[in-house]
């Protein structure tokens, strides 16, 4: 390679990062941008008390996901981009053996948490039910990014979490004015679960079988 292919190569690499670095950038304001509007939406509907209840709701679900998802995304995002490049077989794997290590933990983690929502979250326990479902949807929307990232495909991302954000305001707007608190929680989960199932939808390359090395490497490194 000579001095100018040299230059060309790097200017190319750099390009391909810039492009990379600024649809990821997107995708993160609109995805973080979306989540603070729906939460604006909430404060000009409900009550103060109502509200504190909803903050309670959410830290309570988010203390739950992070045992539910257990780093098992990020990991995923490594080893994905790890067998792109060494092990092109083992890609098309990857989803459904971390999809079934989140499923077995998010499904123990919600069986617990509705067993013991009475001593638990008390007079609260009635909400749990409908914020619940978000203990599996969040750490699976994480799971899909990180595959999309590990295969880079942030323009897709992107693209996305645009659309995806007019859909979460929407839904927010209409469920929080209708149903109050209970709209404000459903609204998150219909919110992430059309960005997860619009990403399921879009990556179409699957294969529907258990690795234990995929899981070892994986697991591991979670």
């Known amino acids: 390679m000579n001095i100018q292919e040299f230059f060309i190569h790097k200017y190319q690499n750099y390009g391909e990062i810039s492009k990379s670095f600024i649809w990821r950038l997107i995708q993160i304001v609109s995805k973080q941008g979306t989540t603070a509007l729906m939460f ?126 007019l859909v979460g305001i929407i839904l927010s707007y209409v469920f929080v004015s209708s149903w109050g608190l209970e709209g404000a929680i459903l609204a998150q989960v219909g919110y992430f679960s059309i960005y997860t199932i619009t990403l399921l939808v879009l990556h179409t390359e699957y294969e529907f079988k258990i690795e234990k090395k995929i899981l070892r490497d994986i697991g591991r490194y979670a």
């Not at 490594?78 to 999809?99: G, H």
């Open 40 to 165: 604006f939406i909430a404060t000009f509907f409900l009550s103060k008390s109502q509200m504190g209840v909803y903050n309670y709701i959410s830290s309570a679900v988010l203390l739950l996901v992070i045992f539910s998802d257990f780093g098992i995304s990020t990991s995923t995002s490594r080893y994905i981009a790890l067998y792109n490049v060494k092990d092109k077989d083992s890609v098309k794997r990857v989803f459904f053996n971390s999809f079934l290590m989140i499923f077995i933990i998010s499904f123990v983690v919600i069986t617990l948490a509705l067993l013991l929502r009475e001593t638990f979250f008390k007079e609260y326990s009635q909400y749990i039910p409908y914020a619940l479902p978000m203990v599996f949807i969040t750490p699976m929307t994480s799971l899909l990014d990180g595959m999309y990232r590990g295969l880079k495909r942030f323009k897709t991302l992107s693209i996305v979490s645009l659309l995806n954000s």
